[in-house]
């Protein structure tokens, strides 16, 4: 006679919930044959801390079939971290029953990793020692007032949330370039008495004064508004209002908590603009004095605010190769992938030391700057391969960071990243020592964030983002940990968001912390908990980025950076110039840090035409700048680097109209709102598309732009634009008059 048995943790006889959370009833069925078992009752042990403790729980008869019978009992709620095993028990004939021992811990359905990335570019000149020069834009302080002080004040401000910052070098270097008397030309141009600026600087400041995002910067300060009005009027400012005019562009980058009262900084010092905020209008230059010596102790306190936020156990620090190059393309240039039509890597480069050498700076600067060595990278553009793992892992790296469309791509068929299982999951890549810990981002979170969720009123937008998280959560196997990884720029979006996003973060954060079904992590407390052998293996990590190439076939790759013509115009000067530094033995000093600058993703996004941001021939001249700046350094004839790659593309924008462009002249139409243009060219039949977001680091806030042309052997273009914001009233800057352009 086959033997009584008890069964649990099937199909027929599930624990519900699968995965407890803390305070949750805990029901569990049990099956049992034959018919004769009886007194079937749970016997468990939960373990709370040093504590534990055995207690029995009966179960009562729910439901028969044939010799089968079913029961239920109730274990009861548990706090987070009890850790319960339970075993069936019953009686048989006289003789005693027990199923083998199951066992789960109360905890959240899912871990939340939150990875905050902050860059800029390498604005400065390097030289032999000291700072040279000023940035050469002002996007490091500004972003630094508004965006890198914000966001770790939101973190601090809400006890219980953990969060991971990735804070690039090339960032924190020019942080604390500031810190040794470094300026840029916006800062320059503040200090400069109003009653002396000449006609040059008065321009200047006139067009890029109002580089911010007017419905969330400028038209919310009515004497930022004003100005503003009285620029799109074409009066001519008087010297009181240029001087408010320098005051609010630098008041309108301040994050609201320096605007509305005292920001405690570390060291026992406080910050904040909130009495020149107040005072609106008729600044004197002692108020300008004022604002910049705030902003200065801004400047100052940001390394240390972060490092005393990781000390403190409420957030994760990690790096980025250091000028934030995309290394598989300097460890593999002829690997790189490139899926555009016509696309192609040139041959011959070669930069596979170079990679190693953004990763030692960057990993010796991080732990020199926080007094730690970071255990996490996010990769510039979460850009990746097989390639950089052992680069990575020599130098203490445990994890890295990329994107869900990355492991899409991966192993000989790709994964099946639609499954919740597949994509929440927390990889291992590489072998032996060279194995790493990979979490791969849920994209559609981490873009709504980035572009979608600030046209919802921030409460609103905080619990649709944790309904989201929650429902990823719920439809998660039992078995296992996952982690719902979100992982995006910390600097841009908040323009678009009211009050900075603050409202947004802080509504975010408390739903988080009061989650019982979501435990926000950092990636390197997760692998404290797991060891990285037991992860599931990701094979043949492919060689991606989290960016399909505009233009391109489906599927994301590296075509952003290389394969068109004017990329690789730009990788064969970058070759050509390490060719000459190798040759006369100058693969050291500032030289060579030149050079490195020089491999940044930055300068290589904006060319080509997959992406443009309307001003690609700015960031062209910078790298052009950097590579001449390596031959000087070395003391070597530089070749005419004059000449960009990028061609010149004519900006119209409501507040810059040109009337005339060059045949041979793209034409940028770039707005502060999203909506439709339409277009002719001479009288042919109009054409409609949306505006796409752009901006980046190169505006400082998102714009909305869309590329016409060139357009040899046509007369005029005549367009027109459609506003389509609910916030906006088209009273300012976005009419919806035809415009027109001549062509030359």
């Known amino acids: 006679m086959t033997a009584a048995t008890l069964w649990h943790l099937t199909d027929d006889a599930a624990r519900s919930p699968a995965r407890p959370v803390p305070g949750e009833l805990v029901t569990v069925r049990i099956g049992s044959w034959p018919a004769a078992v009886e007194d079937v009752g749970v016997a468990l042990t939960v373990e709370r801390g040093a504590s534990s403790a055995r207690e029995k729980r009966p179960a009562r008869l729910v439901a028969g079939a044939g010799q089968n019978r079913y029961w239920e009992a109730e274990l009861g709620r548990f706090d987070r971290g009890d850790r319960v095993t339970y075993e069936a028990m019953g009686n048989h004939e006289g003789h005693e029953l027990r199923s083998q021992p199951w066992s789960f811990i109360a905890g959240a359905r899912a871990k939340v990793a939150l990875i905050w990335h902050h860059h800029q570019p390498w604005y400065l000149d390097l030289g032999a020692g000291a700072v040279a020069g000023a940035l050469q834009m002002p996007w490091v302080r500004l972003h630094a007032l508004r965006d890198y002080l914000g966001m770790a004040l939101r973190v601090r401000a809400v006890p219980g949330i953990e969060v991971v910052f990735n804070l690039t070098p090339s960032l924190v270097a020019q942080l604390t370039a500031y810190d040794e008397g470094a300026t840029d030309r916006a800062l320059d141009l503040t200090l400069i008495p109003a009653e002396e600026l000449?006609?040059?600087?008065?321009?200047?400041?006139?067009?890029?004064?109002?580089?911010?995002?007017?419905?969330?910067?400028?038209?919310?300060?009515?004497?930022?508004?004003?100005?503003?009005?009285?620029?799109?009027?074409?009066?001519?400012l008087s010297p009181q209002e240029l001087r408010d005019l320098q005051m609010w562009f630098n008041l309108a980058w301040c994050c609201h908590e320096l605007r509305t009262g005292d920001v405690e900084l570390p060291g026992g010092q406080t910050a904040s603009v909130a009495r020149l905020v107040a005072k609106q209008r008729d600044f004197t230059l002692d108020d300008v004095t004022a604002l910049v010596a705030e902003q200065r102790k801004v400047l100052r306190a940001i390394v240390p605010l972060y490092r005393e936020l990781a000390e403190a156990g409420h957030v994760e620090l990690t790096t980025t190769p250091y000028y934030h190059p995309i290394l598989p393309i300097l460890l593999e240039p002829a690997a790189a992938t490139v899926d555009r039509d016509g696309g192609a890597v040139p041959p011959g480069l070669f930069f596979a030391d170079d990679a190693e050498a953004h990763v030692v700076r960057a990993t010796r600067a991080h732990a020199r700057w926080f007094g730690a060595p970071p255990l996490g990278v996010w990769p510039a553009e979460g850009a990746v391969s097989e390639a950089m793992l052992p680069v990575l892992a020599r130098h203490g790296v445990k994890w890295i960071a990329t994107d869900q469309a990355v492991l899409a791509r991966s192993g000989q068929f790709g994964y099946e990243v639609a499954h919740p299982a597949i994509r929440h999951s927390v990889y291992r890549a590489g072998e032996g020592v060279a194995r790493l810990a990979v979490f791969f981002r849920d994209t559609v979170l981490s873009d709504a964030i980035g572009f979608w969720l600030h046209?919802?009123?921030?409460?609103?937008?905080?619990?649709?983002?944790?309904?989201?998280?929650?429902?990823?959560?719920?439809?998660?196997p039992a078995e296992g940990e996952h982690v719902v990884t979100i992982a995006l720029d910390g600097e841009n979006a908040w323009g678009s968001y009211r009050d900075d996003g603050r409202p947004f973060l802080e509504a975010l954060y408390r739903r988080l912390a009061a989650s019982s079904e979501l435990e926000t992590t950092t990636c390197a407390r997760f692998l404290v908990e797991h060891d990285v052998d037991d992860l599931p293996r990701v094979h043949r990590l492919a060689t991606a980025s989290w960016i399909d190439e505009a233009g391109s076939r489906a599927g994301a790759e590296l075509g952003t950076w290389i394969g068109e013509p004017d990329e690789n115009a730009a990788w064969a000067m970058v070759s050509e110039a390490r060719g000459a530094l190798a040759a006369s033995?100058?693969?050291?000093?500032?030289?060579?840090?030149?050079?490195?600058?020089?491999?940044?993703?930055?300068?290589?996004?904006?060319?080509?035409?997959?992406?443009?941001?309307?001003?690609?021939?700015?960031?062209d001249r910078l790298h052009r700048r950097h590579l001449a700046r390596a031959y000087q350094l070395a003391g070597l004839p530089a070749p005419d680097l004059a000449i960009g790659v990028a061609p010149p593309i004519a900006v119209w924008t409501f507040t810059r109209k040109l009337g005339r462009i060059g045949r041979d002249q793209p034409l940028a139409i770039r707005t502060n709102c999203p909506g439709t243009l339409s277009w002719r060219v001479d009288d042919g039949e109009a054409v409609r598309a949306p505006l796409a977001p752009t901006g980046g680091v190169l505006a400082g806030s998102r714009r909305f732009q869309r590329v016409l042309g060139p357009f040899p052997g046509a007369r005029v273009v005549r367009f027109r634009f459609r506003c389509n914001d609910e916030e906006c009233h088209c009273a300012a800057g976005c009419v919806p008059d035809e415009q027109t352009v001549a062509i030359a």
């Open 585 to 619: 033995g100058s693969l050291r000093g500032a030289a060579y840090e030149s050079l490195l600058a020089a491999e940044g993703s930055d300068w290589f996004w904006w060319l080509g035409a997959d992406q443009d941001s309307g001003r690609d021939d700015e960031f």
């Open 198 to 236: 000449d006609d040059g600087a008065r321009d200047e400041i006139l067009r890029t004064f109002f580089d911010a995002d007017w419905h969330r910067q400028i038209f919310v300060h009515p004497r930022y508004r004003e100005l503003f009005d009285a620029r799109e009027a074409g009066r001519a």
């Open 455 to 476: 046209r919802r009123e921030p409460e609103t937008a905080a619990t649709d983002l944790v309904e989201a998280l929650l429902e990823r959560a719920r439809g998660l």
